[in-house]
């Protein structure tokens, strides 16, 4: 079991701009690895972020992150790393300036201070345009540096606002195999994004929210599989003879309703019963020579439990 | 984490930005004019007056009473509510610093900032004495130390402002009211005034006009390090209100 040390920890936290609601009534309780915050404009995210990271302080009740009260900000800030949506920089520096600037004030010598800032940039593939100022970055550019001023002083949880936005797809891929190894190293990866394939591939749970409230959280299987009710699974199967399979899934299958592929190789069958589904193919092949190519969930994934929850994609890219 | 060194992290950076930043050219000019102005008094045909008096006079009524207060307003005030205004204050607060340190490493690199020009320009200026015969080298430090208290009160008091209220135009030309018809209220209310306690320490202090009231000028003991411990206090008051700031640039 994960100690209170390890966690993120949100309870009943609420967060109240005069009459306008931020957030209501969280709870929650992040272990370390790629969390991501799911949700349309206005649903609560930064909010959430700003909270957890001390910008913010809640209305009602309590936030600690990694045993720290969010209320003790120089204690939360030696392990909390922030790249936020804000997009304006202190003029004048460049991106080296700025990283080893803050190391300094955090109390790094000038001289480890630019050692540490260099290595943060070369981490985020910064190097050719650190001396530059940031004036003349472009917003990729802009958001790598603000990635790796998050990262420079090698926090231990480090929570990331929409930080693939502005990325070519070669520094997306970068940066999501940067947040892979901050996961795998054990830290908190918290991310909001609007890009759910990307979701996808790089959370290890979902926090979704509307309207202020988390509307659901936890792995995305385990959130998809509390929706079977309403939401049946659909499974597609790739396969020689799908009529075969369509006909034993509504038989014995517990197929609730079966589309036949246009070109005859394959099908989709929605279910309450995955298992009982995925006996009956196994049936298929063995007792009726079925040869099947691909077995694979075809709503098991953020963007379908985000529609199902929101009832819209949000206009979200996906 | 020494304090000491957190800051002067901050204010190194903080002068950094000032070098950088073109909005302060209204203030160069504020400190650069009384050079010119003291220049073409001093090689003016038929000038009559002594030169150390033109001097005390440009220095009370133009440098001390109106452009270190103006310059102090547009600096000091902006060392909060600007970065709110320019969605920058997050880089500092999401430091592990405390935020009094934070309020005292921006405060004194405003001070040196302000300081430093004035005093530039009070020297600069104060050559323009050289023209005119027996100049008196003593003076030039005296008015030297009241550049320094000025800007470190009028500073303090403008950083207050520049936390508590979002628009530090409003105060500041009441506060400008205030300190430059304070002369006119009895003996109690000028002692609210900064200027109650700089103009004694002027050299040469001009004449206050027919309608102030006079009352008895604190001492040098006594208004010098009254003026320094004032200021420190509104720092820390300062500094203990954005210990409450919140980031919510959409708001502001």
């Known amino acids: 079991m994960t100690s209170p040390e390890q966690l993120i920890r949100f309870d009943e936290v609420s967060k109240f701009y005069g009459e306008a609601l931020g957030v209501n009534r969280v709870t929650l309780a992040l272990e370390p690895g790629i969390t991501s915050l799911v949700g349309p404009n206005g649903a609560g995210k930064s909010t959430l972020m700003n909270l957890m990271t001390g910008l913010l302080a809640p209305t009602r009740g309590t936030i600690r992150v990694l045993g720290n009260l969010t209320t003790d900000l120089e204690r939360l800030h030696e392990v909390v790393g922030y790249c936020p949506q804000f997009d304006a920089f202190p003029r004048g520096l460049t991106g080296l300036d700025l990283i080893a600037s803050f190391l300094a004030v955090r109390g790094h010598s000038r001289r480890d201070a630019r050692d540490i800032a260099w290595r943060a940039i070369e981490k985020t593939g910064m190097t050719e345009a650190a ?7 472009s917003k990729g550019m802009r958001q790598r540096i603000k990635l790796a001023l998050a990262m420079a002083h090698s926090p231990r949880a480090i929570v990331l606002d929409e930080p693939l936005n502005g990325l070519d797809p070669m520094a997306r891929a970068e940066a999501i195999a940067l947040f892979q190894s901050f996961a795998e190293d054990g830290m908190h990866v918290i991310i909001s994004s609007h890009i759910m394939h990307e979701v ?3 959370a290890d749970r ?5 309207g202020g ?7 995305i299987q385990s959130v998809r599989g509390e929706m079977e009710q309403d939401h049946p699974i659909r499974i597609l199967v790739r396969c020689d003879q799908p009529r075969i399979v369509a006909a034993a899934a509504f038989s014995d299958g517990g197929a609730i309703e079966v589309q036949i592929h246009a070109d005859g190789q394959g099908l989709i069958a929605a279910t309450r019963d995955v298992n009982r589904f995925y006996a009956l193919l196994h049936r298929a092949v063995l007792d009726r020579g079925v040869v099947i190519e691909t077995v694979a969930p075809a709503d098991d994934n953020a963007h379908a439990v985000y529609q199902y929850l929101m009832g819209t994609n949000g206009g979200h890219q996906l | 984490m020494s304090p000491v060194r957190q800051i002067t992290a901050i204010a190194l950076l903080e002068l950094r930005r000032y070098l950088a930043a073109r909005r302060w050219i209204g203030v160069y000019l504020l400190a650069a004019l009384p050079v010119l102005l003291l220049l073409l008094a001093a090689v003016r045909p038929g000038r009559s007056a002594p030169m150390e008096r033109v001097y005390a006079g440009v220095f009370e009524v133009y440098t001390l009473r109106f452009a270190i207060f103006v310059s102090c307003g547009v600096v000091f005030s902006h060392l909060i509510r600007g970065e709110m205004m320019e969605k920058t204050l997050h880089f500092y607060l999401l430091t592990p610093v405390r935020r009094e340190i934070l309020m005292a490493g921006k405060y004194l690199a405003a001070l ?4 430093g020009l004035f005093g530039l320009s009070t020297i600069a200026s104060y050559f323009a004495l050289y023209f005119a015969p027996g100049p008196d080298p003593g003076l030039l430090i005296r008015y030297l130390g009241i550049v320094i208290l000025a800007c470190a009160t009028y500073g303090a008091v403008f950083t207050l402002i520049g936390v508590v209220s979002r628009n530090a135009a409003l105060p500041g030309l009441i506060l400008l009211g205030w300190e430059t018809f304070s002369s006119l209220l009895p ?6 005034s900064v200027t109650h306690y700089l ?3 002027l050299p040469l202090p001009t004449e206050r006009g027919p309608f102030a009231i006079v009352t008895d000028a604190p001492s040098p003991a006594w208004s010098i390090p009254g003026l320094l411990v004032f200021s420190l206090l509104v720092v820390a008051v300062a500094g203990w209100r954005i210990r409450r700031i919140e980031i919510r640039y959409g708001a502001d």
Do not use: C, E, F, K
Not at chain 1, 131 to 137: L, P, T
Not at chain 1, 213 to 219: I, K, L, R
């Open chain 1, 200 to 202: 996808d591939l790089i």
């Open chain 1, 213 to 219: 409230y988390v509307v659901a959280d936890g792995g």
């Open chain 2, 199 to 201: 103009q004694p320490l």
């Open chain 2, 112 to 115: 040196a900032a302000t300081a």
């Open chain 1, 131 to 137: 001396r530059r100022r940031i004036g003349s970055y």
């Open chain 1, 206 to 210: 979902i926090v979704m929210m509307s």
């Open chain 2, 187 to 192: 003996g109690t209310l000028q002692q609210l």
